[in-house]
C-alpha cells in the first residue's frame, strides 16, 4: 500500500505538465460571473455539518473546533482564506485558531511557500467584483504590522478574552476583483 501511496504522490506532484504553463501565462483569461464551484445539494451540505456538530458532547474533556474556510493546493504551495464577519468594526479569532494558524503558516513556508489571509468582510455578494473586503496576510500578523488584542480597546470593559481582536482600520481595504487576481498571482508564483 505504501508503494501504491509513493506511485499517486509522484504521479500529482512530480508528473511532466502536458501544458506549457508559460504559454498558459500569456493567455488573457477571462473572469466569468458566473460561480467555478457550486453546492448543488444545499440541505445535503448542511447536513453533512450538522453531523459533525454531534462528535464532541457534553462530559468529554474536548471541547471547541473551528475549519479552514478555504485552502487552495498547487505545485505543493498553499493559499489559506480565513473569512470573519466584522461586527462593530472589528472581527474576533479563537486564539486556538491563531495559533493554529501560526504553525501551519509557519511550517508549511520552511518546506514549501504558503500564504495565509484573514478576510473581514460585512455582508458581501461575492459575485459583484466591486464589493469590499479587509484583509492581512499572516507574515504581517508576525511583524506585529496588526496589534494582537486580547481585549476591545474601544470598550470600557478590559477583561481579556480567548480570542483576538483586530480592527478594520488595521486591515488593507480591497475589492473582490483585487482578491482574486491575488490568489491568481500566488497561483502564477507556483508555476
Given at each position: 500500500m505504501t508503494d501504491e501511496t509513493n506511485d499517486w504522490i509522484n504521479i500529482l506532484y512530480e508528473r511532466e505538465d502536458p501544458?506549457?504553463?508559460?504559454?498558459i501565462s500569456r493567455q488573457l483569461i477571462r473572469k466569468s460571473p458566473k460561480a467555478?464551484?457550486?453546492?448543488?445539494?444545499?440541505?445535503?451540505?448542511?447536513?453533512?455539518?450538522e453531523v459533525l456538530g454531534d462528535l464532541i458532547v457534553h462530559g468529554m474533556i474536548a471541547s471547541g473546533?473551528?475549519?479552514i474556510d478555504w485552502l487552495i493546493e498547487h505545485k505543493g504551495s498553499f493559499v489559506i482564506l480565513e473569512f470573519k464577519g466584522f461586527h462593530n468594526d472589528k472581527i474576533n479569532i479563537a486564539k486556538g485558531q491563531m495559533i493554529a494558524y501560526e504553525k501551519l503558516h509557519e511550517k508549511l513556508n520552511r518546506v514549501t511557500k504558503c500564504y495565509l489571509y484573514v478576510i473581514g468582510c460585512d455582508e458581501i455578494d461575492f459575485s459583484d467584483p466591486d464589493a469590499t473586503i479587509w484583509v492581512f496576510e499572516m507574515d504581517q500578523w508576525k511583524r506585529k504590522a496588526?496589534?494582537?488584542?486580547?481585549?476591545?480597546?474601544y470598550d470600557g470593559e478590559t477583561g481579556r478574552q480567548n480570542k483576538f481582536i483586530v480592527y478594520r482600520e488595521?486591515?488593507?481595504e480591497i475589492s473582490v476583483e483585487e482578491l482574486r487576481d491575488l490568489i491568481d498571482s500566488h497561483w502564477k508564483e507556483f508555476e
Open positions: 501544458v506549457n504553463s508559460k504559454e467555478k464551484y457550486q453546492i448543488f445539494d444545499q440541505s445535503e451540505f448542511s447536513r453533512g455539518r473546533g473551528t475549519d496588526i496589534p494582537k488584542n486580547t481585549s476591545d480597546t488595521h486591515m488593507e
